[in-house]
């Protein structure tokens, strides 16, 4: 079967149009709606990685959102095990390690000692990175605007991270880092669906993910400790509990929405939750009693800029 079949015959199987041919209507009140749920899904998930690693160790935490997430696509897989293609494991592995596994981990880590807002800023890079690394490794065309929106993006990241201590959101350098090497790994996971899972239905290429790598991370819960901690520690079920808002609406509710969104309206629009997310980031740190300084107001807004101009 020639590669234009197979893609031909998955896109029929899993029943879903096109990146390209994706609705480009006018948006609608419930789509207005679900882009803000959106927002404030993925912005608080940073405010409950900061709570849940100062229950669990950020690998325990890091294991049990995986186990979790797991679990709740077992069930997605059995539905589309027919229409996914388990030949191409090795971009699927991708997705379970660069788009879950590895910047679950580092965001956790960073957890510790950065605030959540500036986790969700920072995790507004991804699309920057995206585009880098898909024009030196992916074939993707860049433009003078492109060019010019990188590099304001990681001047605003820069400013973020290396900005002095009397901005609070700044945080520790190292670990402000870490935030954006996570997004480097997003940034990999999209090209690399993009490039080699594009004609498979969405849901298909998450839960196939899972089903591929869960036994590991059911194996590096154990080695962990994280089954042990939850059960001696007094506040071990508290720390399941933003453990499981981060599984089933962080990294499963929120995709299943994400891409319900897209097949309604189109990528441009759905992609704007880009934006949203930083500012409910900030709004929920705030709420939560961390700091925010005009400086780290000035850093997110050239970020955001240079991601405007990008993406123009």
Same mark, same amino acid.
């Given at each position: 079967m020639t590669k %234009?079949? /197979?893609?031909?015959?998955? %896109? @029929?199987?899993? +029943?879903?149009p096109s990146f390209a041919a994706m609705s480009s209507r006018a948006p609608s009140a419930l789509d207005w709606l679900v882009l803000f749920v959106l927002a404030l899904i993925w912005g608080a998930s940073f405010l409950f990685i900061k709570r849940s690693v100062a229950i669990f160790s950020p690998l325990q935490m890091a294991m049990w959102r995986m186990v979790l997430a797991t679990a709740l696509y077992l069930p997605v897989a059995v539905a589309f095990w027919s229409k996914i293609d388990w030949r191409r494991w090795r971009p699927l592995l991708v997705v379970a390690f660069c788009g879950s596994a590895i910047p679950n981990f580092l965001f956790a880590v960073a957890g510790q000692h950065v605030n959540s807002s500036l986790a969700g800023v920072l995790n507004s890079l991804t699309p920057l990175f995206t585009l880098m690394l898909g024009v030196a490794f992916f074939e993707m065309k860049f433009t003078q605007r492109k060019i010019i929106g990188v590099v304001l993006g990681l001047l605003g990241a820069a400013m973020l991270i290396l900005f002095n201590s009397k901005s609070s959101m700044s945080g520790n350098a190292f670990f402000a880092s870490l935030c954006a090497l996570a997004t480097v790994c997003y940034a990999v996971n999209a090209n690399v669906v %993009? +490039? #080699?899972?594009?004609?498979?239905?969405?849901?298909? /290429?998450? @839960?196939?993910?899972?089903?591929?790598?869960?036994?590991?991370?059911?194996?590096?819960?154990? #080695? @962990?400790?994280g089954w042990e901690e939850a059960q001696r520690d007094e506040r071990g079920m508290e720390g399941l509990g933003y453990i499981a808002y981060l599984a089933l609406l962080g990294t499963v509710g929120g995709s299943i929405l994400y891409f319900w969104l897209l097949q309604r309206t189109s990528a441009v629009f759905a992609t704007s939750v880009t934006y949203l997310l930083p500012v409910a980031a900030i709004g929920l740190g705030a709420f939560d009693g961390e700091m925010i300084g005009p400086l780290d107001l000035a850093g997110t807004g050239v970020i955001l800029t240079g991601l405007y101009i990008a993406r123009k």
């Open positions: %234009n079949a /197979i893609k031909k015959r998955y %896109n @029929s199987a899993a +029943k879903l %993009n +490039k #080699w899972l594009r004609d498979q239905h969405p849901a298909g /290429i998450a @839960s196939a993910a899972f089903v591929l790598t869960g036994w590991m991370f059911l194996t590096g819960l154990w #080695w @962990s400790g």
